[in-house]
C-alpha cells in the first residue's frame, strides 16, 4: 500500500533560523554536520514516527538521540509527563534553540512530539 504525501516531499535541507546580511536562503554552510554518536550514527528515538510535515512524535529521548534530534532542525518540543526534563536534555535544547512545553499529564507512556522549525 502507498500513502500519497501531495506535493510536499518529506526531505528538506536543515535551515538556518538565524538572519544575517548574506542572503542565502538560509541554509546552513556545506561544512555544518551533526554530531553523531560514537559510531557515527544518527539514532532515533524510541518509537520516533512523523505525525504530519514537520511534526514527529517520538518516546522520552536520550543523549544517544540529539545528533538525531539536531538534524531535524527542531524549534520546540512538546513533553506530556509531570517529572522533571533531565538537565542533559535541557542543555541539548538550549544549546540548539529548542523550546520546551510541558504538559503535565499522568500516564503509562511516556512520549514527546517534535515539531521542525
Excluded: W
Amino acid at each position: 500500500m502507498r500513502l500519497e504525501n501531495g506535493d510536499r516531499s518529506t526531505c528538506h535541507p536543515i535551515v538556518n533560523s538565524s538572519s544575517d546580511d548574506d542572503d542565502d536562503g538560509g541554509l546552513l554552510p556545506e561544512s555544518y554536520s551533526p554530531v553523531l554518536d560514537g559510531e557515527g550514527l544518527l539514532v532515533p528515538p524510541l518509537n520516533f514516527a512523523m505525525v504530519d510535515y514537520g511534526v514527529f512524535r517520538s518516546g522520552f529521548p536520550d543523549t544517544a538521540n540529539f545528533a538525531f534530534l539536531q538534524s531535524l532542525g527542531l524549534r520546540s518540543i512538546i513533553y506530556l509527563c509531570p517529572e522533571r526534563y533531565p538537565e542533559a536534555n535541557v542543555e541539548f535544547l538550549n544549546a540548539n534553540g529548542i523550546r520546551l512545553f510541558q504538559f503535565a499529564i499522568e500516564g503509562s507512556k511516556v512520549e514527546v512530539m517534535l515539531q521542525r522549525k
